[in-house]
């Protein structure tokens, strides 16, 4: 049976996605949302991550399974949007917002294999570059579960890698392919979601004292942290005001989702953020060609986007070969 609480959670984190990527937002809005949005997605999958199911993977297993769930729906929408550009001018130029592509289409090429999440190299499907970075953070995990036979051991190995993930974002000035920089300090976050699930933390009520000790944290983190947060982009700032403001926000947005957990549309943008992501950046475009006569209208545009999506992964869902395809669904 599924957790209404963790379906919930991730219904408000994919909105806060979709809020964050809607032009005309608040800055300040938009400094606190990337605080803390794309850690959840980690938290959450960290806390859904099943030790005692893949510790008995081999390598080769393990890898069809997550390439499925991850690669398989990454390059789908990918390519399908790839193609688009490619073989209808109209459909480029309506997605791109222009009457040709920007940058050579070999570019959009490269930017699909490198998975280069930005509009420059992934057009209108920028978002998934969260699918090459959560499928190199389980990679990174299971490598530990390999490595380590201690909990202290495994503790200090994920510290040291996620140490290394934030050197790169103050060393390096290119991205690592598959968003593998990132995927190192996205691991604090997965391993913190795995440890909380060992003491039942969905299930534990948040009361109004960490409410309010979480948003003191989350506004000081905010307020101080001289950058806005891009996990996409590995930029961080000050690292200790990172990991304090996203903790913070995470428990903010479970807090909210336990009382909200009954709520169906929710749970239904839940169980389909994977869908939403690849999808977010051609609606999005799309919902700015039907507003450009209206001027600045973020929150008209959000909620556009909300209810296309919903109505698009509703059609997807009555042909199950195409749900299974961008979804990534597997058994078991």
Request: charge should be positive; proline fraction near 4%.
């Amino acid at each position: 049976m599924r957790n209404k609480v963790l379906d919930a959670v991730r219904g408000l984190g994919i909105l806060l996605v979709i809020l964050g990527h809607t032009n005309g937002r608040p800055q300040l809005l938009m400094k606190f949302i990337y605080s803390f949005h794309m850690p959840l997605f980690f938290f959450v999958s960290g806390y859904l991550f099943n030790v005692e199911k893949f510790r008995k993977f081999r390598w080769r297993d393990f890898l069809l399974y997550k390439g499925r769930r991850y690669i398989q729906p990454y390059f789908a929408f990918a390519f399908t949007f790839y193609l688009l550009f490619v073989v209808l001018p109209e459909a480029r130029a309506a997605l791109g917002g222009a009457p040709v592509a920007i940058q050579p289409l070999e570019k959009y090429l490269v930017g699909i294999f490198y998975s280069r999440g930005t509009a420059a190299w992934l057009p209108v499907s920028s978002p998934l570059w969260f699918l090459t970075a959560l499928f190199m953070t389980e990679l990174f995990f299971f490598a530990v579960l390999k490595l380590t036979r201690t909990d202290l051991a495994r503790f200090w190995l994920i510290g040291l890698l996620a140490f290394l993930g934030y050197l790169t974002s103050l060393k390096l000035s290119v991205k690592i392919p598959w968003n593998a920089d990132t995927a190192l300090t996205a691991l604090a976050f997965f391993y913190a979601g795995r440890v909380l699930r060992a003491k039942g933390f969905v299930s534990v009520p948040i009361g109004l004292r960490a409410i309010g000790a979480a948003a003191l944290v989350s506004f000081f983190a905010v307020r101080y942290n001289h950058i806005i947060v891009s996990f996409d982009d590995n930029r961080y700032g000050d690292g200790l005001l990172m990991y304090a403001g996203a903790l913070a926000g995470i428990l903010l947005a479970f807090a909210l989702a336990q009382r909200l957990s009954e709520g169906r549309f929710l749970r239904f943008l839940g169980r389909n953020t994977l869908l939403i992501m690849g999808l977010d950046f051609a609606v999005l475009r799309l919902v700015n060609i039907l507003l450009a006569k209206v001027g600045p209208a973020w929150l008209l545009s959000f909620i556009l986007q909300v209810l296309i999506i919903s109505l698009v992964i509703v059609g997807l869902r009555k042909v199950p070969s195409l749900y299974r395809l961008y979804s990534g669904k597997v058994d078991g």
